[in-house]
């Protein structure tokens, strides 16, 4: 219930950064290609340390699940056929402001959710899932962009990748006693 909803939010999250520039380039130019990145990193960075002041009052599942929602948007904006440089750069803002949560998020989760002594087993087989299945990412998105001619069907598969983990991360599992 923690591992593979983040691993998979992680592989589509990774394949996109990783294809970013490409993918909005030819609608957009290098330039604002290039501003989109910073935009996305940028935002990356205070979306982390704005959740970080008051996740801790927060459901960590309902976080997540609002933070992958909210990437599964702007990636279907993009996704979309062209759209205006400012709808594109507020979409990559909105992406990255979720980016380092998808990493932090599933601490809390552990946190919250398991006993003490099992915190540091289960963060430790979250992150070695996320990081074989996110490994996947780029390979997956270049293929499709690849077998299509451009990016709109491999930016729906990830963003249909980041709804379906958005919804499967509610789901909790039974009870754990402390």
């Known amino acids: 219930s923690v591992a593979v909803p983040f691993a998979v939010a992680q592989m589509a999250q990774v394949g996109f950064l990783v294809h970013e520039i490409a993918a909005l380039e030819p609608h957009v130019g290098r330039a604002t290609a290039g501003l989109a990145v910073s935009l996305t990193t940028g935002s990356a960075i205070v979306g982390r340390l704005t959740l970080a002041l008051f996740v801790d009052r927060l459901d960590p599942r309902r976080v997540t699940a609002v933070s992958m929602a909210s990437q599964a948007a702007a990636l279907a904006v993009l996704a979309a056929a062209p759209p205006s440089p400012l709808l594109l750069l507020a979409a990559c803002a909105v992406f990255g402001a979720s980016i380092g949560n998808m990493v932090t998020l599933p601490a809390a989760i552990a946190q919250r ?12 087989l979250c992150a070695a899932v996320c990081q074989f299945v996110f490994a996947l990412g780029p390979g997956l998105l270049g293929v499709l962009a690849a077998t299509r001619g451009g990016y709109a069907l491999a930016l729906g598969v990830a963003a249909a990748c980041y709804a ?14 402390r």
């Open 164 to 177: 379906g983990a958005a919804v499967a991360v509610l789901r909790r599992p039974p009870a754990v006693t």
């Open 113 to 124: 959710e398991f006993a003490p002594t099992a915190y540091a087993p289960v963060v430790a």
